[in-house]
C-alpha cells in the first residue's frame, strides 16, 4: 500500500536528540489559513535551556512549549513564542487564539494578532495535578469542550494511569477564557475506583498480569503498568439515529486510549449536563443494560486524534497501527519501545459515521524502521485537505518514544477517501 503522506515538511528537529525530546504535536488553522503549530520538549536537557519552563515530580523534571508558525501552507516555520507548560493545544474561540495545557495546574495563555504575541501564562486551577496530550477540541455553540486526566490516585507507582480521572472542561467562548471563573470541569473518577482486573474476563483484558498498584516487570527493562487509561478525545453524535444521541444536546462522549497490553480497544464514557450546570461523568450504557467500558477502536492503545467533518458529516480517526502485538518478548524487535504493542511507526487514518464501527481510509505515513517513529499525531482540516502533525524520529532519535522531530504531513483531497 502506497501511503497518503509519506513526505513531509520539518517543522522542529532538537538539536540534542539523545536528552532533549518532541513531544505533544498540536495544529490549528486560523482563518487567514496561518497555521499554528504548538509542541514541547522534554527529557533531561531542557534543564540547561534558555527560556522559560515548567517542572514537575518535585522539580526533577522540566518542560518547556512552543509555538511555531507557517504562512505558506507548511512549507516553512518561525518561533514566536516559548512558554512554560506542556501536554498543550491550540484552539480558537470568538477569533482569539488559546494554548491550554498544564504545569501541575492547568494553564493558558492567549493571542491577539494570529499568534505573533500571546499573554502571560495564566493558572485555571489551584494546587491540582494533571496530565494530557494534544487531543481535540469540540466547538459546540456557544461552548467551547476540552478534556484532561486529572492525576487523582497519586500512590500508583510508575506510570500511572489507573489513578487517572478524565475531566472535561467548558467554556462559553464569549468570556474571558483566561479567567479561571469562566471555566466549569467535570466531576469524574478514576479508572481504578470503576475496575479491578479480577473483575474482567472472557474478555481478555488485561493481557498481562500486573500489581493493583504498581508496573510488572515482563523481561529485562519492559514494564507494564497496572491498567488504566488516558487522553481523552470529545465526540457528540449529530444523528438522531445514533443509539446514543441526545436530542437535547446535553451528551458528550469521551473516548480514551487504554493501557491494558492488548491493541484494538478504546475506553467510553458520557458526560452529561446537569439542569444547574454541572458535568456529570458515568459510563455509558449498551440495550442490554450492560456497561461499555471498552468498546472496539483501531489504535486505541496508544495515543489517537479524533475529529469530526462537517463536509463528510463523518468521524476521522487518526491512530497508531499495531501489525505486531502479539509476538513473545524474547522473539521482540530489539528497536520496539517496551512491550509488544508500542509499534509507533504506522500511522493510520478511518472514517466512521457511529465512532464504532471504522473503515479504513488509508496508511498516513510509515517510518522505514519502528525507530522511524510516526505518532501521537494531531490533525487539522485545510481547505480539502487534512493536515497532520506529528511527533516523529529517525536515526538521531533516542528511540520510538523519545522522538527528535515535529513533522507535517499534507493528505490531500482526504474526503474523496471516503466510499
Known amino acids: 500500500m502506497r501511503a497518503l503522506a509519506d513526505d513531509f515538511e520539518l ?8 536528552n532533549v525530546h518532541c513531544y505533544t504535536p498540536g495544529i490549528v488553522v486560523t482563518a487567514s489559513r496561518r497555521l499554528i503549530a504548538t509542541f514541547d520538549l522534554g527529557g533531561d536537557g531542557v534543564r540547561d535551556l534558555p527560556g522559560p519552563k515548567g517542572s514537575r515530580a518535585r522539580g526533577m ?5 512552543k509555538v511555531y508558525v507557517s504562512d505558506d501552507g ?46 502571560v501564562p495564566v493558572a485555571l486551577t489551584a494546587n491540582m495535578k494533571w496530565h494530557g496530550s494534544s487531543c481535540n ?9 476540552l478534556a484532561l486526566d486529572e492525576r487523582r490516585d497519586l500512590a500508583v507507582k510508575g506510570w500511572n494511569v489507573a489513578g487517572l480521572a478524565p475531566r472535561l472542561l467548558r467554556a462559553r467562548i464569549d468570556q474571558d477564557l483566561l479567567d479561571p471563573n469562566s471555566w466549569t470541569i467535570s466531576e469524574s473518577f478514576s479508572f481504578n475506583e470503576i475496575v479491578s482486573p479480577s473483575d474482567l474476563d472472557l474478555f481478555g483484558v488485561p493481557f498481562y498480569s500486573t500489581l493493583v498498584r504498581a508496573p510488572a516487570e515482563l523481561g529485562s527493562g519492559r514494564l507494564c503498568a497496572p491498567m488504566g487509561w488516558l487522553e481523552p478525545n470529545i465526540v457528540q453524535f449529530h444523528d438522531p439515529a445514533h443509539l446514543w444521541h441526545d ?4 451528551t458528550l462522549h469521551l473516548f480514551l486510549r487504554t493501557n ?23 459510563l455509558q450504557s449498551t440495550p442490554s443494560g450492560k456497561k461499555a467500558l471498552f ?9 489517537f486524534f479524533l475529529h469530526y467533518d462537517d463536509g463528510t458529516q463523518l468521524y476521522w480517526l487518526l491512530s497508531s497501527q499495531a501489525t505486531d502485538s502479539m509476538v513473545r518478548l524474547t522473539h521482540m524487535p530489539r528497536a520496539r519501545y517496551n512491550l509488544p504493542n508500542n509499534e509507533r511507526h504506522r500511522l493510520q487514518l478511518h472514517f466512521s459515521r457511529n465512532c464504532i464501527d471504522w473503515c479504513f481510509a488509508g496508511l498516513v505515513a510509515a517510518g522505514q524502521t519502528e525507530r522511524h517513529a510516526r505518532n501521537y499525531a494531531s490533525m487539522a482540516v485545510d481547505g480539502d485537505d487534512l493536515l497532520v502533525l506529528c511527533r516523529s524520529g529517525d536515526e538521531e532519535g533516542r528511540d520510538p518514544q523519545y522522538t527528535n522531530l ?12 471516503v466510499y
Open 406 to 417: 515535529i513533522t507535517l504531513h499534507r493528505v490531500k483531497e482526504f474526503r474523496k477517501l
Open 295 to 303: 468498546i472496539p477502536f483501531p489504535g486505541g492503545h496508544l495515543k
Open 247 to 250: 436530542p437535547a444536546g446535553r
Open 260 to 282: 491494558t497490553g492488548g491493541t484494538g480497544y478504546a475506553a467510553l464514557v458520557k458526560v452529561v449536563e446537569q439542569d444547574d450546570g454541572r458535568l456529570f461523568t458515568s
Open 61 to 65: 523534571r522540566f518542560g518547556m512549549g
Open 137 to 145: 477540541v469540540l466547538h459546540a455553540d456557544p461552548y467551547v469542550y
Open 74 to 119: 507548511g512549507s516553512s516555520w518561525a518561533e514566536r513564542c516559548t512558554f512554560p507548560f506542556w501536554h498543550a493545544r491550540p484552539f480558537i474561540a470568538a477569533g482569539r487564539l488559546y494554548i491550554l495545557g498544564h504545569a501541575g495546574d492547568l494553564m493558558i495563555i492567549a493571542s491577539d494578532d494570529r499568534g505573533e504575541t500571546w499573554s
Open 11 to 18: 517543522v522542529y528537529r532538537s538539536e540534542r536528540p539523545q
